[in-house]
């Protein structure tokens, strides 16, 4: 069964300051990886996504994040936040060979003060 | 209309009433999903549809009963429900959901709330 493990369920950061949201997860083969966002009363879109290429994936709105199979992370990073990146996002995980069935953390809720 | 529409976006019932959610993809998908989102709690995964044909159930309550009349509309059919049903209701499509790096696309949501 696979997992995903969000560390911090809120963070906050000053504008203009590092973004690092941080996913790990537990799998029994190389997975696919997902990162999501959710700003309020919508649903979710796709921020970028691992699928066994480079382990360096650049995503919409400046964000990226990288696989690391030794430490299982797929963490979140943004060099620089805007105000409007505050949203909710969802680190999520699927099994390359059992569907397209999306297992999600709980979600870490990002807050951007001036 | 373009991407995931739910409607209605939002809604109000008593448990003993019979209420649908509708969710339209005009993405050209083949795959479409029943999401709930409650509080503090990850996304649960209800119902998979692909090609119209249901391929999961994630041991949902009988009184959640969904209906994929077609690859792009996706009902989800709700009848004496209880007031821990209450969350959001989210609905995604994607290309067939045989491949797991296939991006799934999500509406805004229903939000929910049994009285």
């Known amino acids: 069964a696979q997992s995903v493990t969000q560390l911090g369920s809120h963070v906050s950061v000053s504008e203009g300051a590092l973004v690092l949201l941080r996913c790990n997860y537990s799998?029994?083969?190389?997975?696919?990886l997902f990162w999501y966002v959710q700003y309020p009363n919508q649903g979710l879109q796709l921020l970028l996504k691992?699928?066994?290429?480079?382990?360096l994936v650049k995503g919409i709105n400046g964000f990226e994040a990288e696989f690391k199979k030794s430490e299982t992370s797929f963490h979140l990073t943004k060099p620089s936040a805007h105000m409007s990146d505050a949203a909710e996002y969802f680190c999520?995980?699927?099994?390359?060979?059992?569907?397209?069935?999306?297992?999600f953390g709980t979600g870490t809720q990002l807050k951007v003060e001036l | 209309e373009t991407g995931v529409t739910q409607t209605p976006r939002h809604l109000v019932m008593g448990m003993t009433n019979k209420k649908s959610l509708k969710c339209e993809q005009h993405?050209?998908?083949?795959?479409m999903y029943w999401y709930k989102q409650s509080a503090k709690k990850p996304l649960e995964l209800m119902f998979v549809?692909?090609?119209?044909?249901?391929?999961e159930n994630n041991s949902v309550p009988s009184r959640f009963s969904p209906e994929c009349p077609n690859s792009s509309h996706l009902f989800l059919h709700l009848h004496t429900l209880q007031p821990e049903d209450s969350a959001l209701y989210l609905c995604?499509?994607?290309?067939?959901?045989?491949?797991?790096?296939?991006?799934?696309?999500f509406g805004p949501g229903t939000r929910l709330t049994v009285l």
């Open positions: 995604a499509s994607s290309q067939e959901s045989g491949r797991g790096a296939n991006e799934q696309f």
């Open positions: 799998s029994s083969v190389p997975p696919y």
């Open positions: 691992y699928t066994s290429a480079a382990t």
């Open positions: 999520a995980v699927s099994d390359p060979g059992g569907g397209n069935k999306l297992t």
């Open positions: 993405l050209g998908h083949n795959a």
């Open positions: 549809y692909n090609f119209k044909e249901q391929t």
